[in-house]
C-alpha cells in the first residue's frame, strides 16, 4: 500500500500543473473572431452598407495602395500603415473594404483571393458579414473608367471616442497586401 504522504503530494503536483496549464491556455489564447452582433465595449459590430453609413472610415482614409510590386522581392508581400485625419463620432460608421475590378472581372479578382482584417486588433470573421457590390463610376485610380466595388459588409455602431486600427490583408496571386489604418474617433 503507497505512502499516504506520497499519494497526497503527487495529487498536488498533478493539481498544480493542471491549474497552471489552464491558467497559461485561458491567457494566451486568442478570443474568437467577431461576428455580427458580437460587442467590444459599448461597439456592436453588425452587417452592413454604404447607404446604411451615417459615415464611411475610407471617405476619411485613403484606402488605395499605390505603390506596386518589387519584382526583386521574392516574398511578394506589400506593407502599408496609414494614419488618418480625426474621424468624427457617428452611429454607424462602415469600416468595410475591398477590391474594385472591371464590372465583369470583378468575379475573377475577388474569387481567387484570401481575406482577412482586424479591428483593435480583434480578428473579424469576413465570411459572416459577406459582401455588397457597388459602381463606382470615373473612378481616377482606374483611370478615369467605371469599376465595380466590392467590399466586406462591416459595421460598427457606436465607435468608441479615442484610438483604433483598422487592418486588411489580402492574399492573392501577386502577392499579400497588408494595410492597416490607424484612425482616432473625435468625441462629438
Known amino acids: 500500500m503507497p505512502d499516504t504522504s506520497c499519494v497526497l503530494r503527487r495529487l498536488l503536483f498533478a493539481a498544480i500543473a493542471i491549474t497552471t496549464l489552464a491558467a497559461v491556455v ?18 456592436l459590430f453588425v452587417r452592413g452598407t454604404v447607404a446604411t453609413a451615417d459615415l464611411k472610415l475610407f471617405d476619411i482614409c485613403d ?59 480583434r480578428r473579424i470573421r ?14 481616377p485610380p482606374a483611370g478615369g473608367k467605371t469599376v465595380t466595388l466590392r467590399e466586406w459588409r462591416v ?15 489580402t492574399t492573392d496571386a501577386s502577392g499579400t497586401t497588408d494595410a492597416t489604418w490607424n484612425f482616432a474617433v473625435r468625441r462629438s
Open 26 to 43: 485561458g491567457f494566451t489564447a486568442e478570443p474568437r473572431p467577431l461576428l455580427p452582433g458580437d460587442r467590444v465595449g459599448t461597439m
Open 126 to 139: 469576413l465570411r459572416a458579414f459577406g459582401t455588397s457590390d457597388r459602381p463606382l463610376y470615373f473612378f
Open 63 to 121: 484606402p488605395i495602395h499605390r505603390i506596386g510590386l518589387d519584382p526583386y522581392r521574392a516574398d511578394r508581400y506589400r506593407r502599408f500603415v496609414r494614419s488618418c485625419a480625426p474621424v468624427p463620432q457617428v452611429k454607424r460608421l462602415f469600416v468595410g473594404h475591398g477590391v474594385f475590378a472591371a464590372p465583369r472581372a470583378i468575379n475573377r479578382v475577388w474569387h481567387p483571393a484570401a481575406y482577412t482584417a482586424w479591428f483593435d486588433r
Open 155 to 169: 459595421m460598427v455602431v457606436n465607435a468608441t471616442p479615442g484610438a483604433h486600427t483598422l487592418r486588411y490583408r
